[in-house]
């Protein structure tokens, strides 16, 4: 009986030093997170990139609506005068107006594919710029992992970790200093 409470009193013992020896073995991890669409909606360099783009947009879209009205005035023109052209003048004008859809046509794909360039350019800058400042203040607080909440499929997180607005004040500090 002696020997069986003995056994067992050790065999507490043991899994107390396992427990103990687990908790400091387990090191804390401290993450981190930041929100790099709010970075680049509210950064001075991010609202330029957005007003960049988006100036290219209205441009692009005002040609369209200019190459649109040309269409429609070649259309009424057509409607208009189909009685008192001739056959030959008929068939140009048809044929402007086709030329004119292929035109408008072309200019939009190209202009998609345009913008989707500019703004893929323009985001990988913006974020090549952000790394070494999400980088630096890894390094300056001590997180070990910082994660984009834009891209992490994060569903909750403690406020306290949002390092979005140190990221933001840090950037524009650095475009001002160039």
Not at 10 to 28: D, K
Not at 51 to 78: G, M, P, S, V, W
Not at 140 to 152: K, P, R
């Amino acid at each position: 009986m002696l020997r069986r409470s003995t056994n067992i009193i050790i065999l507490v013992g043991f899994f107390i030093i396992i427990l103990f020896s687990m908790g400091y073995a387990q090191q804390t991890t401290k993450i981190g997170v930041v929100n790099a669409n709010e970075v680049l909606e509210k950064s001075a360099e991010g609202k330029r990139v957005i007003a960049q783009l988006e100036d290219k947009n209205k441009k692009n879209q005002n040609d369209i609506a200019k190459l649109d009205d040309e269409i429609r005035n070649l259309q009424t023109k057509l409607n208009t005068q189909r009685l008192t052209l001739t056959q030959e003048a008929m068939m140009n004008l048809n044929s402007d107006i086709e030329r004119k859809q292929t035109q408008r046509k072309r200019f939009a794909e190209d202009s998609i594919r345009e913008m989707n360039e500019l703004s893929a350019r323009l985001f990988q800058k913006v974020q090549n710029e952000l790394i070494p400042i999400i980088q630096q203040i890894g390094k300056d607080m001590n997180f070990d992992v910082i994660f984009d909440l834009s891209q992490s499929g994060t569903l909750y997180f403690n406020p306290t970790i949002n390092l979005t607005e140190e990221v933001i004040k840090r950037y524009d500090a650095s475009k001002a200093a160039k």
